[in-house]
C-alpha cells in the first residue's frame, strides 16, 4: 500500500526539525559556552537567549498539543529573553532538549486524520497543518539567526 500523502507529511516535518535542531547544535558546539552568551549589541540576543525562547515556545505550544492552547497561561514570553548571570550553557541545553522532546513527542503522536484537526494559538483557530507550519517557520528563523551569531564568533576557524 502507497503510503499517504498525509504521512509522507508528517515523516517530512520530523525530518527537517531534526535537521534543524542538529543545525542549531553543531552552530552552538562550534561556538562554544563562552561565545554562547555574547551578544553583538544592547538590542541584540545571543545564541543562549535564541536557544531559551525557542525551548519556551516549544513548551508551550506542544504540550498538550492537540486539547489545550498553544500560548500556554503560565508561559512567560518575556522571561525567555532574559538570562540569569549564573545560568550556565549545560541549563539551557537542558530546556533546548525538553523543548525538542516535546514537539517530537506530539508530532509522532499525530496520525494522518489528525492534519485538518483544529487548535488554537493565542486563541486564534489553526489547522494542524497551519499549526505545524507556523512553527517550522519559527525555528527556521531562530535557528537562522543562531547559525550566524555562531559562525561571526568562530571567526576563520569555523
Do not use: C
Amino acid at each position: 500500500m502507497a503510503e499517504s500523502v498525509e504521512s509522507a507529511y508528517l515523516a517530512v516535518v520530523l525530518r527537517v526539525l531534526r535537521q534543524y535542531k542538529a543545525m542549531a547544535e553543531r552552530a552552538v558546539a562550534q561556538a562554544g559556552p563562552v561565545a554562547a552568551f555574547r551578544v553583538t549589541d544592547s538590542e541584540a540576543n545571543s545564541i543562549a537567549v535564541l536557544l531559551k525562547h525557542m525551548a519556551g515556545n516549544m513548551r508551550s505550544r506542544w504540550t498538550d498539543f492537540l486539547t489545550t492552547d498553544g500560548e500556554k497561561p503560565d508561559r512567560n514570553r518575556d522571561s525567555e529573553f532574559e538570562l540569569e548571570p549564573e545560568t550556565t550553557l549545560d541549563q539551557v541545553m537542558a530546556w533546548w532538549e525538553d523543548g525538542w522532546r516535546r514537539t517530537f513527542a506530539a508530532l509522532e503522536g499525530l496520525g494522518p486524520g489528525d492534519l485538518l484537526r483544529e487548535v488554537r494559538i493565542r486563541g486564534e483557530p489553526h489547522s494542524v497543518v497551519q499549526a505545524i507550519e507556523r512553527q517550522l517557520a519559527h525555528y527556521a528563523y531562530h535557528v537562522g539567526q543562531i547559525v550566524p551569531l555562531a559562525k561571526q564568533a568562530r571567526g576563520p576557524a569555523w
